[in-house]
């Protein structure tokens, strides 16, 4: 993990990037280092950990499971993410449980801190809002997908949302996905999900590339429900 050594490495991080110099350099002091190890806990459903996690490196998921143990994945969460900032503003218990899916490099800010950061600084207040604004849309989004969407159209929709433009102009999901990860993401059975991407690829919606990334045929991505 790189060593924070200076305010100006601190504004690198999204979430502080608005920060002055001065509220950046009295905030280094606050801020402690974390590191979680992949399919760590980072925060549980009920507890409250009473800090803010911002993510260095590494990634985590937000997930939801029931008494049998089937989860369902909420969200995907990669560096520049926080986790834990409804927690501290309404000052109770977490809604979900974030997991590691990689090591998971962190900084944590203290409940106290956090409040003063927030009230000496309008920029990182909406900086935070805007990021709340943003996970509630996605959340009405899945909930919509879950409600409304048969499973192939939530294995596209889900491809879709982590798929990036390469050099040539197509569509590439350079991320490895699981079939077992893709199908809490979208929740279905892993069964229902491979057969799925095997549709896909037979119809040529999707191609595996030779370095396992995942081409996506824009052309003809709207399969049937």
Known sequence: MATLSNAELLKRVPLFSNLTDTQATSLIGSLDKKR??????IVGIGEKSNALFVILSGRAKVVLSNQK????????????DYIGELSLIDNSAHSA????????DALALGQHDFAQCVLNNAALAVSIMHGMASRLRKANQKIASFAL???NARVVQSLLAVAEKSADG???VARKISHS??????????EMVSK???????????KK???GHLLINERRIEPRA
């Open 36 to 41: 979680f190890r992949k399919s760590e806990t």
């Open 69 to 80: 143990g089937k989860e369902v994945v909420l969200a995907l969460l990669e560096p520049g």
């Open 149 to 151: 969407m048969g499973v």
């Open 97 to 104: 449980t974030v997991i590691a899916t990689s090591p998971v």
């Open 209 to 211: 590339l030779d370095n």
């Open 196 to 206: 799925a991407l095997k549709a896909f690829e037979n119809q040529s919606f999707i």
């Open 181 to 190: 990860a893709l199908a809490k993401e979208v929740g279905a059975s892993r």
């Open 170 to 172: 197509h569509l590439v």
